[in-house]
Nanobody, 124 residues
Framework: QVQLVESGGGLVQAGGSLRLSCAAS????????MGWFRQIPGKEREFVAA????????DYADSVKGRFSISRANAANTVHLQMNNLRPEDTAVYYC?????????????????WGQGTQVTVSS
């Protein structure tokens, strides 16, 4: 089992940057595929990015390609989401997630563990 805690959210102007971090507990962290999702009230949780166990093969939603970058440091049990050129439509609660599958799923239901979320607000 793994527990996840996000940090790094906040308020930023359009065009700005934020770096989200997710700290994971548990000695088996490196065996999990990690993902980031986001959600706004009244809508389903949306896939943002995911990264394989080894840190390779990152996958991104089309809406964030070229602007967001996911990375992980297995030695430190952390995964990061660097968000550049932020837009007002990126405003959401961002969640870190983990799954034990070998693939890199993009559906929220394929992830077993979730953090509590961190708010990102982008002003125009």
């Amino acid at each position: 089992q793994v527990q996840l805690v996000e940090s790094g959210g906040g308020l930023v102007q359009a065009g700005g940057s934020l770096r989200l971090s997710c700290a994971a507990s548990g000695r088996t962290y490196s065996t999990y595929t990690m993902g980031w999702f986001r959600q706004i009230p009244g809508k389903e949780r949306e896939f943002v990015a995911a990264i394989s166990r080894s840190g390779g093969s990152p996958d991104y939603a089309d809406s964030v390609k070229g602007r967001f970058s996911i990375s992980r440091a297995n030695a430190a049990n952390t995964v990061h989401l660097q968000m550049n050129n932020l837009r007002p439509e990126d405003t959401a609660v961002y969640y870190c997630a983990a799954t034990g599958t070998y693939s890199i799923p993009t559906r929220a239901r394929d992830y077993n563990y979730w953090g509590q979320g961190t708010q990102v607000t982008v002003s125009s």
